[in-house]
């Protein structure tokens, strides 16, 4: 079994947006030649989230509406005090900012629908996701005069 760590670079556009970054996770599970094990996506971010759902543009809208909604920008919130995006924290907490996913064959196994999706709540911004992935890797093939 080995760790192997990397990240992906995400910029954002607007202030909130969701951003579906499973192809370019999958690219990593790819060029790092992992196998089987977990694979941990990680938002290192406080005003910024980690979900999986369906990509469906209505579907990320929505999510963003509801965002707004509980989590009210401009609100009475203490910390916009200091900073006026406490709506963002408040909904980096109760969203979440890493899942796991577990790795078989060296795919993800994600359902039909569901997409790995990166959830912006204080853009625009240069963000990034850290990837960890545990697990069997292929063996490196030598190359040819080493």
Request: charged share 20%; hydrophobic share 40%; net charge negative.
């Amino acid at each position: 079994m080995e760790i192997v760590r990397g990240s992906i670079n995400i910029r954002t556009e607007s202030q909130f947006e969701v951003i579906d970054i499973t192809s370019k996770v999958a690219e990593w599970l790819r060029s790092i030649g992992a196998e089987d094990g977990l694979l941990v996506v990680y938002a290192p971010h406080t005003t910024a989230a980690i979900t999986i759902n369906e990509p469906e543009s209505g579907l990320r809208q929505d999510i963003v509406d509801v965002i707004k909604e509980y989590f009210r920008p401009g609100g009475s919130w203490r910390h916009n005090l200091i900073d006026d995006n406490a709506h963002a924290h408040l909904a980096a907490s109760f969203m979440g900012n890493s899942r796991v996913i577990p790795v078989a064959g060296g795919s993800m196994t994600l359902g039909t629908w569901q997409a790995i999706m990166f959830v912006e709540m204080d853009g625009p911004r240069q963000r990034r996701a850290e990837l960890l992935f545990i697990g069997g890797r292929k063996p490196k093939v030598p190359t040819q005069g080493a």
